[in-house]
């Protein structure tokens, strides 16, 4: 194991610094064009620019790297981020960052793609968890740091624009200078709508208003703060918060979902992130303490939905289908991310700054209400017979290549013999040849 950690070490630090660049510019951005006078349609544009780039980066840029090959498809991939970000300090105007954003989307997923693989390459079956969890890690503390920055330089200059730049630069040099082989092809994962429904009703639609709620925050979260009064400072500080209690908040909630009927759980904080957000948006606490409480507990329960609605998803599919329903579900998420920041502008800009929670709010009440329901027309799959929950990364940050990183893939047809098989709606096992569909019936 000792060997596969340090073969990775290289990717493992080129990593550290995409997510660095990623945080601080996807921070960045919104504070500074709020800074600039830009709208809150606009700034949520920005997100939905950067999230819809991500996504097609997921879908298409497979092909380009297959063509190119990793090593060059990364270099030339990460250079047109870092290119993109330095241009985004020259060039201070809201269309330009529009345009901007998607490229630097579909760039990131592409450059996360190429990393993702490459690990998954150099990981043993011995080192798949403990590699998958180092990766996890370093994307957090890369996007928290990054994110932090804000608090330390002023905005207004150009230098945060040419920290990112160099933080993506210097993230391609291990790469370059690593002698880890390059991978195999990029996995093909298919965005099958009605199969992931038919698999779990809850999970779809929880995921796609899981990413309404979270893309919806995640752009204009900033935008926000500073909107409320806050400083560069709290504002960093307030973000980072959410990150960090949904990290903190992954254990208990993943032991509770192991225990009791997912959908319950989904439910559960659901209601106490609605209650978080419906509070902010209605008393519009000035305090800072306050406010940073109130998100702290949103984003303590609304990034925990994620990982428990993959579980539910992944209790009723085969062992052999979790790349393609993670997959799928991954890419559902994008989409939701894609819709929040284009929702979510508009309103602000009608209602004021904490209109935002009336939109994270609404969607995890849909999510509670839906649960609660659907708990009354479909059988629990029994405690034992679940699939044992994992943390796992949501958001446009991660691609579906990640998902062969999870030791929760390797190896599958191991796990289809231990027993872990799909079941039907009641609880049995169904036989070998029945298809996807039928543990949906």
Not at 98 to 115: K, P, Q
Request: glycine content about 10%; some cysteine.
């Amino acid at each position: 194991m000792k060997q596969n950690l340090i073969s990775v070490l290289a990717l493992l630090t080129g990593t550290l610094f995409v997510f660095l660049g990623n945080g601080l510019h996807s921070l960045l951005l919104p504070m500074r064009g709020t800074a600039e006078g830009y709208s809150e349609t606009v700034l949520g544009f920005f997100g939905t620019s950067w999230a819809a780039g991500f996504v097609l980066g997921c879908i298409f840029a497979r092909r380009l790297v297959k063509r190119m090959g990793h090593v060059r498809a990364f270099s030339g991939f990460i250079s047109l981020v870092a290119i993109t970000a330095l241009l985004t300090g020259i060039f201070i105007h809201p269309t330009f960052w529009l345009l901007s954003r998607a490229v630097t989307g579909f760039g990131a997923a592409a450059v996360a793609m190429i990393i993702e693989s490459w690990l998954n390459e150099r990981a043993s079956n011995e080192s798949r968890g403990m590699i998958f969890s180092l990766y996890i890690s370093i994307t957090l503390l890369g996007i928290v740091c990054g994110q932090m920055a804000v608090a330390f330089i002023d905005i207004h200059t150009p230098i945060l624009f040419m920290v990112a730049g160099i933080a993506y630069c210097i993230a391609m040099m291990p790469t370059l200078i690593s002698t880890a082989q390059a991978p195999k092809p990029l996995n093909e994962i298919s965005l099958d709508l009605t199969a992931l429904y038919k698999n779990s009703p809850v999970s779809f639609l929880g995921i796609l208003l899981v990413g309404i709620a979270n893309g919806a925050w995640g752009t204009l979260g900033a935008v926000f703060g500073a909107k409320a009064g806050l400083s560069a400072g709290d504002i960093a500080l307030m973000m980072t918060i959410t990150i960090f209690a949904g990290a903190a908040m992954q254990i208990p909630a993943g032991r509770m979902s192991d225990r009791m009927d997912r959908r319950y759980v989904l439910a559960i904080l659901s209601g106490i992130a609605w209650l978080a957000g419906i509070q902010m948006f209605l008393l519009e606490p000035m305090n800072v303490v306050t406010v940073l409480i109130l998100v702290g507990v949103y984003g303590a329960t609304a990034n925990s939905l994620y990982p428990i609605a993959v579980a539910h998803a992944n209790d009723f599919a085969k062992p052999s289908e979790f790349m393609n329903v993670s997959g799928g579900l991954l890419l559902l998420y994008g989409i939701g991310t894609v819709i929040g920041p284009s929702v979510g502008g508009p309103i602000m800009q009608q209602f004021g700054p904490y209109a935002l929670f009336a939109v994270t709010a609404s969607a995890h009440a849909l999510i509670t209400i839906h649960a609660i329901v659907r708990s009354r027309l479909r059988a629990p799959i029994p405690v034992g017979e679940r699939d044992a929950y994992s943390s796992v990364s949501s958001g446009t940050q991660t691609t579906p290549e990640s998902l062969a990183l999870s030791p929760r893939s390797q190896p599958l047809q191991a796990r289809e013999d231990a027993g872990n098989v799909s079941r039907d709606d009641a609880g049995a096992a169904p036989s070998a040849e029945k298809d996807a569909g039928a543990a949906a019936a």
